[in-house]
């Protein structure tokens, strides 16, 4: 096969073409080294703090989508075909500032600045798909933004205000978007990139089948879909990923289709891409949704690297394993399906041979009589991981439990379901006193571990409470759903 040595896309205003560019070479290391774009910063360096966010435009459903992420954490070579936009790109008409930035000045919105760019960067993308947000879909969309100098309100109250300078559709890039768009189409020649130095190679396959083929050739290749936990690899650990197999512009693992039966979600959506049919869905996700990471993360972060990854943390297997998911595997051109409860085998090894990727999940649709909950709990509400994350789906027929599964991530070295928990609720009627003994049950379901995220007896409390504030959020006689974590 030929194949293309260099990445394209466009930065800015401007057709950038990189050659030899290796697996691990980070987005934000090459504007501020080697471009001298420095009004991104690196605050964390693990896609936490927000301080170096940009928009990156991609084609996708036939138009042109604008993203914000997190350029400390993203590749350089996953930006192929891409549109780079930094802070210094913006401007206001005749050469003014830009109307979110004369907003952030007039309402005082920022202090040290230190974290200015990466907020400026969040409204923008925010005020062009929503000019007239509110202050809680203005909080969504700065998640993934930390101010030290504890600053929000002037910055939201600026992102209320921003319309009130200038509308998105007389913005630069709404009246460039026909000329970008045929830019970047230009760029999409179908083809297998393969750059970078031997021993540290990005490979960005043609579409699955070559991605497939890749692999067999490079069973030891580190796959990268969102980057959102290998790019910590490279900022914290300092670990090789090279070869690297860069997925995230493989179309064919972006689809989301909705059956009468299930949802199937292909490998490569974003938990951004998956959010509005995930939730119309399985209303019980949205909250529990909106607490996964921040925005940036939710545009980077795939539901089938969160699953491959194999974290016991993580934040999606507990509620897929809870409603009954099954994940296909793919090596080659065989396929092959299993229960995703069955995929985590021990702290670190999945049932994943050499070779083979998750290519999608399969999710069924809520079935009549199921009563379901998500529960995440973290030290901070926000952008935070998981000490205890928790999936409840429990089947009642005439006033008795016929089914059950209660699935757990941060009691175990793997996220798995409680089954001797499941079996003190199975036959009982539904009750206060089933939901007693399936907590004390658990004890014997867990033995968690002690970490700086909590200790042990605080994970054995907050997951027997959780199971207590299911009953009590869908018992008749309950009252307002009641949070039991002290208890």
């Known amino acids: 096969m030929t194949y293309r040595t260099e990445i394209r896309f466009l930065l800015n205003g401007a057709d950038v073409t990189v050659t030899d560019v290796p697996a691990d070479k980070t987005l934000l290391d090459y504007l501020r080294l080697e471009r001298r774009l420095t009004g991104s910063k690196e605050g964390c360096a693990e896609g936490d703090c927000g301080a170096c966010t940009v928009l990156v435009g991609r084609l996708a459903g036939g138009g042109l989508k604008y993203e914000t992420v997190n350029a400390c954490i993203r590749f350089l070579a996953s930006l192929d075909g891409c549109h780079v936009v930094t802070i210094e790109h913006l401007r206001g008409q005749n050469g003014g500032l830009h109307p979110i930035q004369q907003a952030m000045v007039d309402f005082h ?87 970078g130095p031997e021993d540290n190679q990005a490979i960005l396959p043609a579409d699955v089948a070559d991605f497939a083929a890749v692999l067999e050739d490079f069973p030891q290749a580190t796959i990268v879909a969102g980057s959102t936990d290998v790019g910590l690899w490279v900022t914290k650990f300092m670990r090789p990923i090279g070869p690297a197999v860069f997925i995230s512009h493989l179309q064919e693992l972006k689809s989301v289709t909705l059956s009468d039966t299930a949802l199937e979600i292909g490998a490569g959506v974003t938990y951004s891409e998956a959010q509005e049919t995930i939730c119309e869905t399985f209303p019980h996700l949205k909250s529990y949704w909106d607490r996964i990471a921040g925005q940036q993360v939710r545009n980077m972060g795939t539901i089938g690297g969160n699953i491959a990854n194999g974290s016991p943390i993580g934040d999606t297997p507990p509620v897929l394993i809870a409603l009954g998911a099954q994940i296909v595997l793919r090596k080659g051109a065989k396929q092959r ?151």
């Not at 921003?162 to 460039?176: C, H, I, K, M, V």
């Not at 049932?351 to 998750?358: H, L, T, Y």
């Not at 699935?407 to 089933?434: D, H, I, S, V, Y």
């Open 109 to 195: 919105g920022s202090q040290c600045g230190f974290c200015t760019p990466g907020f400026v960067m969040s409204l923008y993308a925010l005020w062009m798909g929503n000019p007239e947000p509110t202050e809680t879909e203005i909080e969504s969309a700065i998640q993934g933004n930390l101010c030290r100098c504890t600053g929000y309100q002037p910055i939201i109250a600026a992102a209320m205000a921003a319309n009130r300078y200038g509308s998105p559709a007389q913005d630069f890039l709404e009246t460039e978007r026909v000329n970008i768009t045929e830019r970047l189409t230009a760029l999409s020649d179908g083809r297998r990139v393969v750059t």
């Open 337 to 487: 399906s299993l229960p995703l409860e069955q995929f985590f085998i021990e702290y670190g090894k999945q049932d994943r041979a050499p070779s083979e990727f998750v290519e999608s999940i399969l999710i069924p649709r809520p079935r009549t009589g199921q009563l379901h909950a998500a529960y995440k709990i973290s030290k901070r509400r926000d952008e935070d991981i998981s000490s205890v994350a928790a999936g409840f789906n429990v089947t009642v027929s005439e006033g008795r439990i016929t089914d059950c599964r209660l699935a757990f991530g941060g009691m175990a070295g793997t996220p798995k379901r409680a089954a001797k928990a499941e079996a003190a609720l199975r036959g009982q009627p539904w009750g206060e006193a089933a939901f007693l003994a399936a907590g004390q049950a658990l004890q014997a379901d867990f033995t968690p571990l002690s970490d700086w995220r909590a200790s042990a007896e605080y994970r054995a409390i907050a997951a027997r409470n959780l199971l207590q504030r299911f009953f009590l959020t869908h018992d008749d006689r309950s009252e307002a759903p009641v949070d039991l974590l002290s208890a």
